[in-house]
């Protein structure tokens, strides 16, 4: 199938992008790296002797510079619908999160031990129904809250990332129900004309 005139110019500023070329250079898996590592600097959440979990991993940018800052002494445990080559600490499944089987696989995982960072890079496949995508887009931000809610230690942290859209505010309020702290970061790695934004809710509400 020849490519659209809109896919060879994503391409090409994909190709062009400087946190790609940098990613390559730097030996990252993406330019998802790049961000996480600006979030991280500001917030300091990736902290040794903690468990992490990285939800929709693949390729494996988040989970790199998890397993890297906690320089050995920690643990990340990811998961993705898609297949992710293996990491030097990182335990990976694949599987669908909202599956509920794959859910309770997780818990297994974990063993009963509390998290301190659940990270949420999850998006799903887009259909280009802005509607129905953004639906996906925080229904699956919804899910990852709700795993926070229940495995984050008290003073733990969840980022994940949403879409400037429908159901966006009340998304910001469900999250300032669980955490005492709720801010939202806009990392430069991330394209200025991209709605994505990462939202940040710290220290769990008794």
């Known amino acids: 199938m020849a490519r659209t005139r809109t896919s060879n110019a994503w391409l090409r500023e994909h190709v062009n992008d400087p946190y790609v070329q940098r990613a390559k250079s730097e030996g990252y898996r993406s330019r998802a790296s790049y961000k996480l590592m600006e979030i991280d600097d500001k917030d300091r959440l990736i902290r040794s002797g903690e468990v992490v979990v990285d939800l ?5 940018g988040w989970s790199q510079v998890a397993a890297q800052r906690q320089k050995g002494r920690g643990r990340v445990v990811a998961l993705d619908l898609l297949e992710m080559a293996p990491l030097p600490g990182v335990d990976f499944f694949q599987g669908d999160f909202r599956d509920e089987e794959i859910l309770l696989k997780l818990e297994e995982m974990l063993a009963g031990e509390k998290v301190g960072l659940v990270l949420s890079d999850m998006a799903p496949n887009i259909s280009g129904i802005p509607i129905s995508d953004q639906a ?14 229940n495995w984050l230690k008290p003073d733990g942290a969840f980022l994940v990332k949403v879409f400037q859209g429908h159901g966006f505010d009340e998304f910001v309020q469900e999250m300032r129900k669980v955490f005492k702290t709720v801010s939202s970061r806009k990392p430069d790695a991330s394209r200025d004309r991209s709605p994505e934004v990462y939202l940040l809710g710290k220290g769990l509400k008794a």
């Open 56 to 60: 929709g991993a693949t390729p494996g």
């Open 136 to 149: 996906r887009v925080m229904h699956l931000a919804e899910l990852g809250l709700d795993f926070a809610r």
